[in-house]
């Protein structure tokens, strides 16, 4: 193809090219997508370990059913719905610092509550979508990086406990124990070794792959059990509210405001598409058709038990790196995704691997996150009145997440929201921004 071609999104190349690249983008993103759902269950008491993983399996497929179909309203477009640009959708981590308090430990029953939230969200997001441009003022890179630092950061306790032998393994011998702790090292190793050694498909999918090395290793180590895959179907359909409808006021307003928080996310991933790739800056009927989309999507996936979706910024990434944006390439992707959402034969293979190499797996990933913190921080003047806005609202929002205690005495549904660490910091850093004078006295 032309350069010229390569540039316009709704070039075909033909199957030929398409089919390889659609994959690839579904290999790039197909472990970070997992994760939430995972973590999720887990944190609910039915994740990995657990006596029956049926409703684990479930969550797991639809996050990849839903993917590819919210994959589908971005590249194919509905209406207003859709940038119609190649942006891959998945489940999103910036969600999980709220998700995790409001599921902890209280099983299956929980996940009403948070289905309804992420509907509840879905709608007001997509309803929004017009606004967003307007007030990206009062976001600049200290705001959006001092948020993603933040989810990042609560991640990572996540990942080194999965490492040691997650949740169940607590309180015993095995947790920490030496062959946990090989078969973790083993995928970060993989990882990075096909990072920065191995090119094309193998270095794009490297965390996939790091995770299959680990697979492996576990396989001879006779830790991986085949029941769940031989007991699971061929088939499965979604099946509308899954998990039930529960209201709850701290769910609801906790997904709310980070809806609002992920949509940024969302304009920066066409604004990067479109000047990165195009060569030409993002056009307002694109941003509100990718911000729509993330919110239609999200409704749509709450519906039938899934998790929140967004724009995923790897695959942005990964256009950069071919310099192909066909949408259509990624709509053979998609395509892939919702094959593979109907198999459950696909989620049980996924939930025989051992926590420890999804553990190094997460590792590598909530790094990264904070890394792209790092980097949109990079960007940020450093004066005094910056370090001070972001100082302050890092340290309550990181403190009041490290010690909930501290907020005891508050209502549930506040306390929630104060300790989810990335709401606090984004309302603070926001506040303080727009309110405190940009010169210091004697300035």
């Not at 939430?36 to 994740?47: K, N, Q, S």
């Not at 200290?142 to 309180?171: D, F, K, N, Q």
């Not at 949408?327 to 049980?348: D, Y």
């Not at 025989?352 to 940020?380: D, K, N, Q, R, W």
Request: net charge neutral; proline share 6%.
């Amino acid at each position: 193809m032309t350069a010229e071609q390569a540039r316009d999104p709704d070039y075909f190349p033909g199957f030929g090219t398409a089919v390889p690249l659609g994959i690839q983008h579904v290999l790039a993103m197909f472990v970070s997508n997992l994760t939430p759902p995972i973590i999720v269950a887990g944190a609910a008491g039915f994740g990995f370990g657990s006596a029956n993983p049926a409703q684990l399996i479930y969550m797991i497929q639809m996050s990849m059913l839903f993917a590819g179909i919210a994959t589908l309203l971005q590249t194919i477009g509905f209406g207003p719905v859709g940038a119609r640009l190649p942006l891959v959708q998945g489940t999103s981590f910036a969600y999980i610092p709220i998700m995790i308090p409001i599921v902890a430990g209280r099983g299956v029953e929980a996940m009403a509550a948070l289905t309804t939230a992420a509907l509840c969200s879905g709608i007001l997001h997509a309803g929004l979508s017009v606004f967003v441009g307007r007030i990206r003022f009062a976001l600049p890179p200290m705001v959006t990086g001092l948020v993603v630092l933040m989810i990042g950061l609560s991640l990572m306790r996540i990942g080194i406990e999965y490492a040691a032998g997650g949740v169940p393994a607590i309180g015993t011998a095995a947790y920490g124990a030496g062959p946990s702790w090989l078969l973790a090292g083993i995928v970060v190793a993989a990882t990075l070794g096909l990072k920065f050694f191995a090119r094309g498909i193998w270095s794009s999918a490297s965390v996939l792959l790091g995770l299959l090395a680990g697979y492996g290793a576990a396989l001879a180590m006779g830790r991986i059990s085949f029941v769940p895959v031989a007991s699971a179907g061929w088939v499965m359909l979604p099946s509308p509210f899954h998990f039930g409808f529960a209201l709850q006021a701290s769910a609801i307003l906790g997904f709310c405001l980070t809806g609002f928080v992920s949509s940024i996310e969302s304009i920066g991933d066409v604004d990067a598409i479109c000047e990165g790739t195009a060569g030409r800056p993002a056009t307002n009927r694109e941003l509100i058709g990718a911000v729509s989309a993330d919110g239609v999507g999200t409704a749509f996936s709450a519906i039938f038990g899934a998790m929140p979706n967004t724009t995923f910024s790897q695959n942005v990434g990964l256009i950069a790196i071919t310099g192909v944006m066909s949408r259509h390439v990624v709509t053979v992707g998609a395509v892939f995704l919702v094959l593979c959402g109907l198999a459950p034969k696909i989620g049980a293979i996924i939930t025989t691997i051992p926590i420890e190499v999804l553990g190094g797996g997460v590792i590598v990933m909530f790094g990264m996150v904070a890394s792209a913190a790092v980097s949109m921080l990079s960007g940020v003047t450093w004066n005094q009145r910056n370090m001070l806005i972001f100082g302050v609202a890092l340290s309550i929002s990181l403190g009041l997440q490290l010690e909930p205690a501290a907020v005891a005495h508050v209502p549930e549904t506040l306390r929630v929201l104060l300790t989810s660490g990335v709401l606090p910091a984004a309302f603070i850093a926001v506040l303080l921004n727009l309110t405190l004078p940009h010169r210091l006295p004697g300035d």
